[in-house]
Structure formats: structure tokens, C-alpha cells
């Protein structure tokens, strides 16, 4: 092994964040970061796990009826608290990723930017896991709630999970992503992916919808089937997600190109140590 692949994976040479988000092999070359997802997928499978229970063992007990104390010291309260640090990491992540930006592109090697790109496919594996618990089990918590329950007003144990927790969380990190990718990939730098912008979007744009079908179910439409007309507006969450796929395209392409860049130098690099 060279002198300077041994550098790169010393261990005083390279952060904790690098070991687990860029990790490298023992040649120096960038390789998925198992260890993230790995970490990630525990983690939300222990929030979205706690979150269900917690929706399990008080909804029915303080979740009925949105005019009682319970409900306001059970819900209530853990909605506003929910919003708020949601807010909180939004503003702080945001300013955060922005303020962190690579400031000169030129300075960023192949292998760095090949495993930024490995870096975005482990954001969808998690991504996956996430849209999985989200729909799987919120989504349709919150179906089987409103057909055995009567709606009363917008704030529901369901609702509050859903729609005050997983779209707002959604919605910010959609947007850090987006800051992310434009200030750290030299590909996107003077561009907009489009892809991406739209699928960042998706959130926000079924919001008036939300509030559509909130008003509607409260005043004059009682059917809670899927299918029903007042949430037709919800598939522009699942039509705009689609766009990720062009996303997948653009990153695709330039990592085919920085693989190949990756592996000249590797292949260099002893011709030019033994001359």
C-alpha cells in the first residue's frame, strides 16, 4: 500500500463524520457506507416504533374527543412540541448546510465527490425505510381511524402523527437535501436539478390540499375511503416522487464518469511512485 492511501485511512487523518459517511477500503477507494444506514435504519425504526406505540396506548384512552383536557395534555401538547423542534431543526439544519458549503469546487478530489454520490444512495435505502413506515403504518393507522371513529375536528391522534409530524419532518429535510446537493456536487454547481426540485416540492404542494380535505371532512364530506374525491389531491405527493427516478439518472451518469476517473488514478498512481 502507498504512503499516501496509508494517509488517507489513517486514523488521526480522517474524522469520525468521514469514517462514516465517506468510508473508504483498503485501497482507498470510496465504498458505500453501510455503517449509516445501518445506524439510520435502528434509529427511525426506534422513533417510528415508540411514536406507534405511544399512538396505541393513548388514543383510544385520550384520543376520542378533542374538547377533553386529556386530549389537550396528550396531543395537543405533543403536537405543538413536535412542530416546534421541527422548526427548530429546519432553521438550524438549513443555515447549517448553507453556511458548511464547499466554497471552491475545484478543491474537491473524484474520490470525495464519487463518495458523496455513494453517500445520496444510502439516503435512499433510508429514504425507502422511511416512505415504508410512513405509508405503511401512519397512513393507514390514520384510514382505519377515521372509518371507526367519528371526526370530530382537524386534530386527530392520527392526524398528529402524520400530518403534524412525518410531512413537516419530510418537508425540512427534502429542503436541506436540496442545499446540500447544489453546494457540495460540482455536477449541480450553476445548475437546478429539476428532478429534484420537484421531487422537494411534493410536500408542499399537497399542503393546500391538506387543508382542503381538513375543512371538507369537518363541515360537509364524511367518507374517509382512499378513493374518495376530497383526497385526490394527495397523489401529487406520489406523482412528484416519481421525478426522483431522473434524479437517480443525473447521479448515475457522473458516477459512471468519476468510477472511471477513480480507477485511472489507482492504476497511475504505482507507475508514477516507481518511476
Known sequence: MSASVEQLNDVPQRSLGDRIFYPLNDEGFPKVPKLFIIIGAISAGLFFGGYRWYQQIY???YGLDYFEPEFQTYWMNLMWAQLGLIGLIGVVGIYYV??????????????RELGSYYLIF????????LRMLS????????AAWHQVTIRDTDFTPTHIGLFYMILPLEAAGLIMAFIWVHTRLPDFQGRVSL???IVVSAPLLIMPNLGFNEWGHTFFYAEELFAAPIHWGFVVLGWA?????????QCISRVVILTKVVSQQDEEQPLA???
Open 59 to 61: 388514543s383510544f384512552k
Open 98 to 111: 448553507w453556511s458548511s458549503r464547499e466554497r471552491a469546487m475545484e478543491k474537491i478530489t473524484p474520490q
Open 122 to 129: 444510502s439516503v435512499f435505502i433510508l429514504a425507502a425505510i
Open 135 to 142: 405509508l405503511g403504518v401512519f397512513a393507514e393507522s390514520d
Open 195 to 197: 428532478p429534484l426540485a
Open 241 to 249: 416522487s416519481f421525478a426522483l427516478a431522473g434524479f437517480i439518472i
Open 273 to 275: 511512485e516507481a518511476a
